[in-house]
């Protein structure tokens, strides 16, 4: 069996993985969204940098950190809640709120319970 993105014979294991809506088989390398792939003709250049492109964007999408802060802030502002509104909701100080969004303190798993009943339908 041939890695379907950088045509080397897979030895082991081989690894399906889903780019965009194609699902492909590849090699243990190429499942790591490792290497960069010599191209054979132009085409395969084009559809593999397209390739490269979108597991870019996966990548990206898997690393981001799970910033807890930055999240609270961001469902705070869908859900149209001020600091001071929501500091209010949970029953905390604007201060401590503030602090959380700028991830200057990581709230406590009780704090966080709070912020996420009322946040829930917004968190991403
Ligand atoms: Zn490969």
């Known amino acids: 069996m ?7 014979e897979i030895k082991g294991r081989a690894y399906s993985i889903n780019i965009g809506t194609s699902k492909l088989k590849v090699c243990e ?3 790591r969204y490792g290497v960069a792939v010599p191209a054979t003709t132009t085409t395969t250049a084009m559809q593999k940098k397209r390739l490269y492109e979108q597991m870019d964007l996966e ?10 802060g930055r999240r609270v802030k961001a469902a705070r502002e869908r859900a149209g809640l001020k600091q001071e509104e929501l500091a209010k909701m949970i ?3 604007q201060s401590l709120l503030r602090k959380i969004e700028n991830e200057e ?10 912020i996420e009943r009322v946040l829930k339908p917004y968190f991403r």
Do not use: F, H, Q, S
Not at 2 to 8: D, L, Q, R, S, W
Not at 59 to 68: K, L, N
Not at 105 to 113: A, D, G, H, K, N
């Open 105 to 114: 303190v990581i709230p406590t798993e009780e704090l966080r319970m709070k």
């Open 91 to 93: 029953n905390e100080k």
């Open 29 to 31: 390398a190429c499942a």
């Open 2 to 8: 041939e890695c379907e993105i950088c045509g080397a």
């Open 59 to 68: 990548i990206e999408e898997e690393v981001e950190p799970v910033d807890y």
